[in-house]
């Protein structure tokens, strides 16, 4: 499924000037017990993060519906947390941990209901 990030909020300051994202989801991957669903994305395009004076290139994200009782899915338009994934051992892993991602923005999220569908803005 693809999906559109249109707005984001909390987030480092050269998130905003980057948005929109977009991308697809790859899969569904265990994480932290605290939310029973986590989505592994990869961008579209990539996005630049400067952190501790050092800039990174981020092409994967971990997203999670930010409300309980929500979930990530074809039509869905809800509310995610966003993480950059940090540690690439995520991408051939089942599940994830806080080390291996940093967590950095709320966004609003728009899922196709299509297998692939790229928005444009």
Do not use: C
């Not at 000037?17 to 986590?38: D, H, M, N, V």
């Not at 990869?42 to 999670?64: C, S, Y």
Request: hydrophobic content about 45%; charged content about 25%; overall charge neutral.
């Amino acid at each position: 499924m693809d999906f559109l990030i249109k707005s984001v909020d909390h987030a480092p300051d050269d998130l905003y000037e980057q948005t929109p994202l977009r991308g697809r989801l790859l899969r569904k991957i265990a994480g932290p017990p605290r939310r029973p669903e986590y989505w592994l994305a990869e961008l579209r395009t990539p996005v630049a993060w400067t952190n501790d004076g050092v800039t990174r290139t981020i092409r994967q994200l971990i997203l999670a519906a930010r409300w309980e009782g929500t979930s990530i899915g074809p039509g869905a338009k809800i509310p995610v947390n966003i993480s950059y994934v940090t540690d690439e051992a995520v991408l051939e892993s089942e599940a994830f941990d806080s080390a291996q991602v940093a967590y950095v923005a709320i966004g609003m999220i728009k899922v196709s209901r299509a297998a692939h569908f790229w928005w444009r803005p």
